[in-house]
T-cell receptor
Framework: GNSVTQMEGPVTLSEEAFLTINCTYTATGYPSLFWYVQYPGEGLQLLLKATKADDKGSNKGFEATYRKETTSFHLEKGSVQVSDSAVYFCALSDNDYKLSFGAGTTVTVRA | NAGVTQTPKFQVLKTGQSMTLQCAQDMNHNSMYWYRQDPGMGLRLIYYSASEGTTDKGEVPNGYNVSRLNKREFSLRLESAAPSQTSVYFC????????????FGPGTRLTVT
């Protein structure tokens, strides 16, 4: 079946540091890949997505590239801010109605 | 445009009590979902409704029932609550399945004692 593995947290960074959160997946087909973000006390919001190999999703300074050869979709941001403190979830959808989520990575950015 | 709304925000139940979590969306989406979120486990799908009039089991359906009341509303019922159902519950909706973005509600924090 489908599964998503993302790096365990928590991750603590200083403002303006570089952030990488690793995500790898297992899927039988050609899934769409997502990064969702959950700010404290809120529901999940879509951060970015990619629907086919070599696509790059980007939003709010975050980027992730769909790498079929390594089955990965790592999230990166070059210079984080305190407001980026949140829980980040990698997820995949294999052309059905189900999103498979990773366990989530808690990121804390200190001023 | 409120997006996805859920009620209540918080609830405490005793073991064996029943309750219904309500969810509504105003985006004219066809598909709706119920997830639970537990520490270290991400979100797990309980039930989903691909379209009005249909419901299907997800990954962890035991102990739950759902009703797709109309295109806007999708409720989740716990008939006899158990401590293992203590969790945060999220409702979501999407235009349809197959890789479309899911929009999430703010969640319901449920504690079963």
């Amino acid at each position: 079946g489908n599964s998503v593995t993302q790096m365990e947290g928590p991750v603590t960074l200083s403002e303006e540091a570089f952030l990488t959160i690793n995500c790898t997946y297992t899927a039988t087909g050609y899934p769409s890949l997502f990064w969702y973000v959950q700010y404290p006390g809120e529901g999940l919001q879509l951060l970015l997505k990619a629907t086919k190999a070599d696509d790059k999703g980007s939003n709010k300074g975050f980027e992730a590239t769909y790498r079929k050869e390594t089955t990965s979709f790592h999230l990166e941001k070059g210079s984080v801010q305190v407001s980026d403190s949140a829980v980040y979830f990698c997820a995949l959808s294999d052309n059905d109605y189900k999103l498979s989520f990773g366990a989530g990575t808690t990121v804390t950015v200190r001023a | 445009n409120a997006g996805v709304t859920q009620t209540p925000k918080f609830q405490v139940l005793k073991t064996g009590q029943s309750m219904t979590l309500q969810c509504a969306q105003d985006m004219n989406h066809n598909s709706m979902y119920w997830y639970r979120q537990d520490p270290g486990m991400g979100l797990r799908l309980i039930y989903y409704s691909a379209s009005e009039g249909t419901t299907d089991k997800g990954e962890v359906p035991n102990g739950y029932n759902v009703s797709r009341l109309n295109k806007r509303e999708f409720s989740l019922r716990l008939e006899s609550a158990a401590p293992s159902q203590t969790s945060v519950y999220f409702c979501a909706s999407s235009i349809t399945g197959g890789g479309y973005e899911q929009y999430f509600g703010p969640g319901t924090r449920l504690t079963v004692t």
